[in-house]
Nanobody, 114 residues
Framework: QVQLMESGGGLVQPGGSLTLSCAVS????????VGWYRQVPGKEREWVAS???????MYADSVKGRFTISRDNAKNTVSLQMNTLKPEDTAIYYC????????RGQGTLVTVSS
């Protein structure tokens, strides 16, 4: 069973930066697509970014140019560097792993507020 554990969420002021991390266990990330979703309670889940097994990185238009996804296959971790944060980035952020099946972590809360 693949398990994912996110960390790094918190409160940050608008314009600030935050880095989320995701540790994956029970499966190796090297052949998998990994990425991040976010969700505001009561609203639909939004895909944020992904990193494919061959290195292709993709971003939602809402975060392009501000967020950077990275992966460390040796450490089996995934990160999301978030810069120039806006109040509308406030959400619970979930890391996901997709290889034959999809798994998701419990999420970490990011609040962007002054």
């Amino acid at each position: 069973q693949v398990q994912l554990m996110e960390s790094g969420g918190g409160l940050v002021q608008p314009g600030g930066s935050l880095t989320l991390s995701c540790a994956v266990s029970g499966g190796v990330i090297s052949p998998a697509t990994v990425g991040w979703y976010r969700q505001v309670p009561g609203k639909e889940r939004e895909w944020v970014a992904s990193s494919g097994a061959y290195g292709r990185r993709m971003y939602a238009d809402s975060v392009k140019g501000r967020f950077t996804i990275s992966r460390d296959n040796a450490k089996n971790t995934v990160s999301l560097q978030m810069n120039t944060l806006k109040p509308e980035d406030t959400a619970i952020y979930y890391c996901y792993y997709k290889h034959h099946a999809e798994y998701r972590g419990q999420g970490t809360l990011v609040t962007v507020s002054s």
